[in-house]
Nanobody
Framework: QVQLVESGGGLVQAGGSLRLSCAAS????????MGWYRQAPGKQRELVAT???????TYGDSVKGRFTISRDNVKLTTNLQMNALNPEDTAVYYC???????????????WGEGTLVTVSS
């Protein structure tokens, strides 16, 4: 009943920019948080950025100053603007959302299927 769909991945040269989007759909009470995680081949999944419904943001140390997360509470969408990309940013980027369902006490984590970002040197 909850679905997250990512878009915007692709191939970009080092130093370039890319913009990712994630849209939530389904039946739920409230989206507490939306954000992005990434996983490169052979590495652990790591935090990229998150934003709460109130607008508070968190960034991973490796992307601070280069990436910017935003959200649209009307369209239920989060965007990730990625600038000054380098080959180390190459990974599958996953949209995540912490969602309260009607009648539930604890929020649940939902994941999108991921979108591939490849940065060439």
């Amino acid at each position: 009943q909850v679905q997250l769909v990512e878009s915007g991945g692709g191939l970009v040269q080092a130093g370039g920019s890319l913009r990712l989007s994630c849209a939530a759909s389904g039946r739920f009470f409230r989206i507490a948080l939306m954000g992005w995680y990434r996983q490169a081949p052979g590495k652990q999944r790591e935090l990229v950025a998150t934003v709460t419904s109130e607008g508070s943001t968190t960034y991973g140390d490796s992307v601070k100053g280069r990436f910017t997360i935003s959200r649209d509470n009307v369209k239920l969408t989060t965007n990730l603007q990625m600038n000054a990309l380098n080959p180390e940013d190459t990974a599958v980027y996953y949209c995540a959302a912490d969602i309260w369902l009607s009648g539930q006490i604890q929020r649940m984590r939902y994941w999108g299927e991921g979108t591939l970002v490849t940065v060439s040197s």
